[in-house]
């Protein structure tokens, strides 16, 4: 089992910028690609950025794309997102997300970011 909380979430006025962290606890060893998705009200969960275990290899959403970076801390079981330049359209519930090299997916339970236009 992996656990995964996620801090970080406000208010935020657009143009500012946000870091939303995610812990993980548990079986973290066994952790491998790490990333974070988003969902706002009456919208499917779409994907943000993930990360892969070394953290040599990240992967952005179209939407996203320049705005927002992901890094990971392998020492401290923590992956992060830096979000930049927020829109009102990034206002979201934000889930991070952990697959294990089993092929197993863990969520955390959401940080909520709204953007103030």
């Known amino acids: 089992q992996v656990q995964l909380v996620e801090s970080g979430g406000g208010l935020v006025q657009a143009g500012g910028s946000l870091r939303l962290s995610c812990a993980a606890s548990?079986?973290?060893?066994?952790?491998?690609?790490m990333g974070w998705f988003r969902q706002a009200p009456g919208k499917e969960r779409e994907f943000v950025a993930a990360?892969?275990?070394?953290?040599?290899?990240?992967y952005y959403g179209d939407s996203v794309k320049g705005r927002f970076t992901i890094s990971r801390d392998n020492a401290k079981n923590t992956v992060y997102l830096q979000m930049d330049s927020l829109k009102p359209e990034d206002t979201a519930v934000y889930y991070c997300?952990?697959?294990?090299?089993?092929?197993?997916?863990?969520w955390g339970q959401g940080t909520q970011v709204t953007v103030s236009s």
């Open positions: 997300t952990a697959r294990t090299l089993a092929s197993t997916y863990y």
């Open positions: 548990g079986r973290t060893f066994s952790t491998n690609t």
């Open positions: 990360i892969g275990r070394s953290g040599g290899s990240t």
